[in-house]
Each structure stands twice: as C-alpha cells, then as structure tokens.
C-alpha cells in the first residue's frame, strides 16, 4: 500500500525524538494528513537540503576519499516495501559505502551526541543501518555540520554494517507496511518519552478533528445546493 524510508525506521523502532509509530501509521494509511513542519523545523530541512552538495564536496576533499552524488532511489527485493534514498556514495579502498549528511545546531540533541559524545544519535544509527541493509554496503560515513568552518565544525564518523541489528530492523518496517495494509495499528508502547506520545496525540486528535470538521463542511454544502 505505501513505502517506508530511511528515516521512518527510528520511528518504526519507537526511537525517534520527533514522531510516535500510530501517527506514522496515520499519516502513510491516509488516516490524517501529514503535518506539516514548523517554520524553524522546516528551515532546518531547507538549509540541510541546500548545504547537502557543498558539505558532500567538502568531505570528499578533507578526508581524502572519493565521493558520488547518488540520486536514486533504491529497493532490495527481500524488502520490497522499504526504500532508500541515500546522500552519496563514499569508495574506500575500492569498496562502496553510503554517505549520510546532517546538518545540527547548538544546544540539540544531535550536536551533543556528535561534537561532544563523538557518537551517532541512535535514530541516525538506524537510518544508516536501514539504507546500508537496501544497498549491501558494509559502510556508512555520517556526516555533520553545525557551522560554516569545515576545520572545526563539521565531523564525521565511519559505522560498520551491523547484520543482526540491521536485518532485525528491515523485518520490522517490512511488518509495519504489511499490518497497515490489513488495517492493524502499530503500539506506541516501546516509545520512552511521554512527552512525545502526549504531543503526537494532541497533533493525532487535531488532524482528526480537523478532517472531521472539512468533512462536515462539505457535507453541509452538497445540501444546500
């Protein structure tokens, strides 16, 4: 009925910081329309976008490696309802591997674990591992920016295909598309933060509301007509 990307995956897992599996499900099954972003959330997406060709450039160029844009979009026949749409290709000795581009700001989540942890976020752990399982690659370089100085502000870190994790991950998006397409909701019982179910609620009820109401209006029109 529908595809999961690369970026559902965190979500799927209940890992993700931003939205809850059920109003994922909404939002694929056509239940609600998706939401759209903020204006700061969605000006982060556009500078990510924009930045994407010149911080790709960049690594290529710092860290010596050869790197490939990479617009397509992939499927592996094993997972037939998950694609990947990776931002490059990064060869190493010989061998391909998937290039993941970020964009951060001071002060997130994201820049803690990058810039003062050195770690990959665990919702950016499982979309690398998601495209790495699509393509075969055994690699993954993340890399991410928080300001314009390419010597102190963008890092990069190499990840290693995780098979077990990985397979164990694809089956489970698998899943979630075949449950939608029989009508059966995911559980947001493995999602930790209650003040993310209490959010995706309150946006889940207003997009519900919200249908209802036009609905209503348009009902209400073909009667007078």
Known sequence: PFAVGGSDSAIIMGISPWTMPSKLYAEKTGKIQKIAAGPKTQAMFDRGHAFEPAIRELFGKMS?????????????????????????????????????????????????????????????????????????????????????????????????????????????????????GKGIAPSDEIVQSESLLKKNLIEICGAVAQRDMESQLLDNMDLER
């Open 64 to 180: 010596g490696l050869k790197v490939e844009e990479f617009p397509y979009q992939v499927t592996n026949k094993r997972w037939p309802h998950c694609v990947g749409n990776i931002d490059g290709i990064v060869w190493e000795n010989g061998e391909a591997g998937v290039l993941e581009i970020k964009t951060t700001d001071f002060g997130t989540s994201t820049y803690k674990d990058f810039f003062e942890l050195g770690e990959v976020p665990e919702y950016y752990y499982t979309q690398i591992q998601f495209y790495m399982a699509i393509l075969g690659y055994k690699f993954c370089y993340i890399v991410c920016m928080k300001d314009l100085n390419p010597l102190t502000g963008m890092k990069h870190i190499r990840v290693e295909y995780d098979k077990d994790f990985a397979e164990d991950l694809m089956e489970k998006c698998e899943q979630f598309v075949i449950n939608a």
